[in-house]
Antibody
Framework: QITLKESGPTLVKPTQTLTVTCTFSGFSLSTSGVGVSWIRQPPGKALEWLALIYWDDDKRYRPSLESRLTISKDTSKNQVVLTMTNMDPVDTATYFCAHSGGGLAVAGFDYWGQGTLVTVSS | DIQMTQSPSSLSASVGDRVTITCRASQTIYSYLNWYQQKPGKAPKLLIY???SLQSGVPSRFSGSGSGTAFTLTISSLQPEDFATYSCQQSYTSPLTFGGGTKVDI
């Protein structure tokens, strides 16, 4: 079965760079059509999509954050990594990774990790 | 960016009630609309994709309809485990965007 799990720091300081890793199993990120996204949710607020990486290494980013985001994959390790530079307290959120199986997640995000809460504070 | 607006933002209902949640897109998204259920402290769960297709394993009391800019999620008979927050999400174009959520409680 498909599983995803996020890992990374729980606390980062303002201006630091966040690196979160999604380790998955049950699918291959070299299979045509497969993608992994990062989505975040500030406490008590709505979900916000951040970035998507496809099986062919094509990438999509949220335009308002694109200058701060980098998404990458290591197919041999079954991992997707998101880095976000210049962290600010407003970036405090639970960060989720999620699997999608077709195009621009046209069939939705069908599998999610449990999420990892990242707090930005000095 | 395509804005997704849900209404209501919250509602109170009872077990057995029929519940309808609306999601409107700021421009046409055809049928590229997905619905999620989220419980506190948990990841979202996909309920409906492509506006009206039921995700595998999701009870048939959940249904979705609509196209273009107006969509609805209906729960035909609310069950105790359905008290949660429901969010819509468009997958027509990047950036992918979510609605603000509808909290369903007692």
């Amino acid at each position: 079965q498909i599983t995803l799990k996020e890992s990374g720091p729980t606390l980062v300081k303002p201006t630091q760079t966040l690196t979160v890793t999604c380790t998955f199993s049950g699918f291959s990120l070299s299979t045509s059509g497969v993608g992994v996204s990062w989505i975040r949710q500030p406490p008590g607020k709505a979900l916000e999509w951040l970035a998507l990486i496809y099986w062919d290494d094509d990438k999509r980013y949220r335009p308002s954050l694109e200058s701060r985001l980098t998404i990458s994959k290591d197919t041999s390790k079954n991992q997707v990594v998101l880095t976000m530079t210049n962290m600010d307290p407003v970036d405090t959120a639970t960060y989720f990774c999620a699997h999608s199986g077709g195009g621009l997640a046209v069939a939705g995000f069908d599998y999610w990790g449990q999420g990892t809460l990242v707090t930005v504070s000095s | 960016d395509i804005q997704m607006t849900q209404s209501p933002s919250s509602l109170s209902a009872s077990v057995g009630d029929r519940v309808t949640i609306t999601c409107r897109a700021s421009q046409t998204i055809y049928s590229y609309l997905n619905w999620y259920q989220q419980k506190p402290g948990k990841a979202p769960k996909l309920l409906i994709y492509a506006a009206s297709s039921l995700q595998s394993g999701v009870p048939s009391r959940f249904s979705g309809s609509g196209s273009g800019t107006a969509f609805t999620l209906t729960i035909s008979s609310l069950q105790p485990e359905d008290f949660a927050t429901y969010s819509c999400q468009q997958s027509y174009t990047s950036p992918l965007t979510f609605g603000g959520g509808t909290k369903v409680d007692i």
